[in-house]
């Protein structure tokens, strides 16, 4: 399996990190509102595709630009890198935070998107069915919450947290702090996903207790051509969890 290389861009004065493998149309990844669970499960489709994983400003080893406020400053980040990368038209992932991030990229840049894939994706305002208030639960209590069968995810956390381990947790909660204490919910993201019209993948896992697993009937709402697979006895890090939801991404990118 082709690994991951490390490579370094500036994007209007942010140093943006990124990691890339394989060859041939490009797949870009945008993580969630963490970075601890890593992104080694996207190498699986480096056979078929340049798959392209890139830190977001605040999040893991890029830069930061403490204007970045909202979504919008976030699209337009990657639309400045996607044209340092020379990527005219792109498939696109994106788990979580990502989900909400890459959504919005493809209702504002329909255009760009060849294909959409969202993993458990937040910004969805459903008052029967909330998400998790993350800000106001221990950070250690979240971790435990993401996964349904924990050894998943403990196998790629440290037994001894370093200071910077520490560090780097701390200035990701940070970033997303500053994200949501400003713009906690936008009303006006759901209004045009009306322009979200590619080939669209909504995955889940039914036992997410981050976002709640009936956001799906919304989403469907919103983007009615969407292909929305729910697999049992994952939460919210399906991909992690599931192995053949990997597959059935790489099936539907291809």
């Known amino acids: 399996m082709t690994k991951f290389v490390r490579e370094e861009y500036t994007v209007d004065g942010v140093k943006t990190v990124l990691h890339a493998a394989g060859s041939g149309e490009p797949v870009v990844v945008f993580h969630g509102a963490g970075t601890v669970d890593g992104f080694d499960f996207a190498e699986e489709w480096a056979d078929r595709f340049r798959v392209i994983v890139p830190y977001h400003p605040g999040f893991g080893q890029s830069g930061d630009d403490p204007t970045f406020t909202d979504m919008h400053d976030y699209v337009m980040h990657y639309l400045g890198l996607f044209d340092l990368l020379a990527i005219d038209r792109v498939r696109l992932v994106g788990v979580s935070l990502g989900g909400w991030l890459a959504a919005q990229f493809a209702s504002e840049h329909n255009d760009r ?140 990118l291809a």
């Open 113 to 252: 998107v060849k294909k959409l894939v969202l993993i458990a994706p937040a910004g969805m305002i459903d008052p029967l069915h909330p998400p998790l208030d993350i800000l106001s639960v221990p950070g250690e209590q979240v971790v435990g919450m993401l996964v349904s069968n924990f050894e998943v995810l403990k196998r790629k956390l440290p037994e001894k947290p370093s200071i910077d381990f520490i560090a780097d947790r701390y200035r990701e909660a940070t970033t997303l702090a500053r994200l949501w204490w400003e713009h906690p919910f936008d009303p006006k993201f759901v209004r045009h996903l009306k322009r979200v019209t590619m080939p669209t993948m909504i995955l889940w896992g039914n036992e997410d207790k981050i976002v709640p697993v009936q956001q799906t009937a919304l989403w469907q709402q919103h983007i009615p051509q969407a292909d929305i697979r729910v697999f049992e006895g994952a939460g919210h890090l399906v991909h992690l969890e599931k192995q053949e939801s990997v597959a059935a991404i790489g099936d539907f």
